[in-house]
């Protein structure tokens, strides 16, 4: 219903992401479509102010991270955890990032 805004697409994102845990085609299926809603994102926002916002791109490169978290490729995890921080440094990044460099230092 709303083609430019960021949340929508995330949000379809979140699912197959979730799918990815027993159908692992569907995670390169994530990264693919984060990397056009990315490509996107400032056409998004002309289209919707606030649609392609900082925040929302935050969230989908956070999203990257989960998918190659996911798949144990970890620094690429830790490459999308640090662009989300460039674009809105928050805490659950922040946090989720914490947790990741810990997990791959036992690994």
């Known amino acids: 219903k ?15 992401t979730e799918m990815g845990k027993t159908k692992p085609d569907y995670l390169d299926k994530v990264l693919e479509a984060c990397n056009d809603i990315i490509q996107r994102r400032y056409e998004m926002n002309g289209a919707l102010p606030g649609g392609g916002s900082f925040e929302k791109v935050a969230k989908i ?3 990257i991270a989960v998918v190659y978290e996911q798949k144990k490729q970890y620094d690429e995890a830790i490459e999308y955890y640090n ?5 809105d440094n928050n805490r659950t990044s922040r946090n989720a990032l ?10």
């Not at 709303?2 to 197959?16: G, L, M, Q, R, S």
């Not at 662009?83 to 674009?87: D, G, I, T, Y």
């Open 61 to 63: 490169f956070c999203r």
């Open 2 to 16: 709303c083609p430019n805004d960021i949340t929508y697409h995330n949000n379809k994102c979140a699912v197959w």
């Open 83 to 87: 662009k989300a921080l460039m674009e």
């Open 98 to 107: 914490r947790e990741l460099e810990k997990k791959k230092g036992e690994v």
